[in-house]
């Protein structure tokens, strides 16, 4: 039982490259999530879907797009990237809204640098 | 404007005596609040949770104390260890937002043996 997996841990980008982060989960979790977490930040959220074929905005969503074709994976893309999305990104999931019985499952993140 | 306030970007304690993690809320909506641990290159792990309708509650050494009036909240870690050095993220749930989480800034606390 592997959790959250993320692909890639690490990747650098040049100024304007697009590239996708995948996020696979094995929970049979309806609610997945994107955060992004910059020094002094905290996590912030980007996007998250409450099911298969759903996606929804957080805090932060300029400049991504989500995708969640299958169940077990929720695609962040960054179609243009930009020195501002240099960030460690991370993929979380739970079975249903968010509740302190149930906490969510993190990934252990993707490194991501914007040159 | 940050909902979640975590003051304090690090605490250094001494191994085996009391760390004291502090939060602050701006939303009187929150429903719960937790706290989650992070050690380098992993991500987040749930640690203990406390409802909105309660003061205290306790797991082991981590004990969270609320205090509504003052929308403040702490983690107690007693007896501190080393294996204890992460960062800590207090987290607060709003039950009317598709159950989102938001998350703090992260304290950083290191415990010297």
């Known amino acids: 039982n592997a959790g959250v997996t993320q692909t890639p841990k690490f990747r650098v980008l040049k100024t304007g490259q697009s590239m996708t982060l995948l996020c696979a989960q094995d929970?049979?979790?309806?609610?997945m999530y994107w955060y992004r977490q910059d020094p002094g930040m905290g996590l912030r959220l980007i996007h998250y879907?409450?099911?298969?074929?759903?996606?929804a905005k957080g805090e932060v969503p300029d400049g991504y797009n989500v995708s969640r074709l299958k169940k077990q994976n929720f695609l962040l893309g960054l179609e243009s990237a930009a020195p501002s999305q240099t960030s460690v990104y991370f993929c979380?999931?739970?079975?249903?809204?968010?509740?302190?019985?149930?906490?969510?499952?993190f990934g252990n993140g993707t490194r991501l640098t914007v040159t | 404007d940050q909902q979640v306030k975590q003051n304090s970007p690090s605490l250094s304690v001494q191994e085996g005596r009391i760390s004291i993690l502090n939060c602050d809320y701006t939303n009187s909506m929150f429903d719960y609040f937790l706290w989650y641990k992070k050690y380098p290159a992993e991500g987040p792990t749930f640690l203990i949770s406390?409802?909105?309708?309660?003061d205290k509650n306790e797991d082991g050494r981590f004990t969270v104390f609320l205090n509504k009036s003052a929308k403040h909240l702490s983690l107690h870690i007693v007896p501190s260890q080393p294996g204890d050095s992460a960062v800590y993220f207090c987290?607060?749930?709003?039950?009317?937002?598709?159950?989102?989480?938001?998350f703090g800034k992260g304290t950083k606390l290191s415990v010297k043996p």
């Open positions: 879907s409450v099911g298969e074929g759903t996606t």
């Open positions: 929970m049979n979790h309806e609610y």
């Open positions: 987290a607060a749930l709003d039950g009317g937002s598709q159950g989102n989480l938001i």
């Open positions: 979380a999931s739970i079975n249903g809204p968010a509740v302190p019985q149930t906490p969510l499952h």
């Open positions: 406390i409802s909105s309708i309660k």
